[in-house]
């Protein structure tokens, strides 16, 4: 079985920075697009920023020049490095995956992270 665990979420002072992390873990052979969404109280989810499994990055226009999406393929983990923090970043960030399972080498499936909570005060 597949999971996708996130950390690394908290509180932080506008302006400051958090990097979160999401490790992917299970029976898998290969993982293909990664990416952070986050969903904030009343709105709908958004991509936050995608990364293929080649490194080629995505960013959301409103967090252009502050986030940075990475990840370490040997670690089956994805990071967001998030500098310049506003208030309305405030959100649960969910970390999302395409993976191919090595029970199903053909197919790929979508999974989600439980989600973790970043909280910017001003």
């Known amino acids: 079985q597949v999971q996708l665990v996130e950390s690394g979420g908290g509180l932080v002072q506008a302006g400051g920075s958090l990097r979160l992390s999401c490790a992917a873990s299970?029976?898998?052979?290969?993982?293909?697009?990664m990416g952070w969404y986050r969903q904030a109280s009343g709105n709908q989810r958004e991509l936050v920023a995608g990364v293929t499994t080649g490194g080629s990055t995505n960013y959301a226009d409103s967090v252009k020049g502050r986030f940075t999406i990475s990840r370490d393929n040997a670690k089956n983990t994805v990071y967001l490095q998030m500098n310049r923090l506003k208030p309305e970043d405030t959100a649960v960030y969910y970390c999302?995956?395409?993976?191919?399972?090595?029970?199903?080498?053909?197919?790929?499936?979508?999974?989600w992270g439980q989600g973790t909570q970043v909280t910017v005060s001003s």
């Open positions: 299970g029976n898998i052979f290969r993982i293909n697009a």
């Open positions: 999302n995956a395409d993976i191919l399972p090595s029970t199903s080498r053909y197919y790929a499936y979508n999974y």
